[in-house]
């Protein structure tokens, strides 16, 4: 015989599973939010790529300054040896310029040896985190599809469910239903217990003779420890089997 309680147990066991199935979902959609191994491989490129540009802005800006001495020295030494100056102070003014020039020239050369290797370190750096990058987007790409399949499966069920729900609820007793619906505010899921032994299947606490008999008489009865509606066990409800 099929009582108010074993309905009243069928439908918390359509609702759990509704409840294990929407927190699926929302780790689901939490999920596909976004990759934090992808949001890592955009910001190290990103900070790659930022410090590729700035070496090699510093490569030109010392290799724009070695060009500047350089035509500079050979500006100095012509007016040196054409013999356009003839003054022995000013010739010793310009020797002493193209000396410190060539001193400049010397260490300029030396800096944009330095940033030319420093730029082509940031360019390696650049193009393993940009290769990293589109491996880290090849498997979130594959990974969202996933996650798409198990959102849609998902909101597919739980469509189902809600139907079953919906349709079960129909065919209980209001009053029944307010008594399930006042214990599931106070206590939450489960509310319904099976009578397992002449115990209550939640709390293990004996149920009385009285009790047990209401129970096979398919009355509504609750539990005296922990309150919660009891039925008489079946398979089902022994095995807490989903719906």
Same mark, same amino acid.
């Given at each position: ?39 890592? *491989? ?76 420093? *730029? ?49 609820? *129909?065919?209980?007793? *209001? ?69």
């Amino acid at each position: 015989m099929t009582t108010s309680a074993h309905l009243l147990f069928e439908l918390q066991q359509l609702e759990q599973d509704i409840a294990e199935k929407e927190e699926k979902l929302r780790q689901v959609q939490k999920a596909l939010r976004g990759s934090r191994k992808l949001a890592k *491989a955009q910001r190290d490129f990103e900070e790659a790529e930022v410090a590729y540009v700035q070496a090699r802005q510093r490569q030109r800006e010392l290799e724009d300054e070695l060009s500047q001495v350089e035509a500079k020295i050979r500006q100095e030494e012509e007016r040196l040896y054409n013999g356009s100056v003839r003054n022995p102070k000013e010739l010793s003014a310009i020797q002493e310029e193209v000396n410190h020039l060539k001193e400049r020239q010397n260490h300029l050369s030396n800096e944009v040896l330095q940033a030319l290797e420093a *730029a082509e370190r940031a360019k390696q750096v650049r193009d393993e985190a940009a290769t990293a990058l589109r491996a880290a987007e090849a498997d979130w790409q594959k990974r969202r599809a996933k996650l798409q399949k198990a959102e849609e499966k998902l909101t597919r069920y739980l469509a189902v469910m809600q139907k079953k729900v919906s349709q079960l609820r *129909a065919t209980i007793n *209001a009053a029944d239903i307010e008594r399930y619906e006042y214990l599931k505010a106070r206590k939450g899921l489960p509310v319904v217990a099976p009578l397992q032994d002449e115990v209550c299947g939640l709390c293990g606490v004996a149920v009385s003779q009285q009790k047990i008999i209401a129970v096979q008489r398919g009355d509504l009865v609750q539990c005296g420890n922990c309150d919660r509606i009891l039925v008489r066990a079946t398979r089902n409800t022994s095995q807490h089997k989903r719906a």
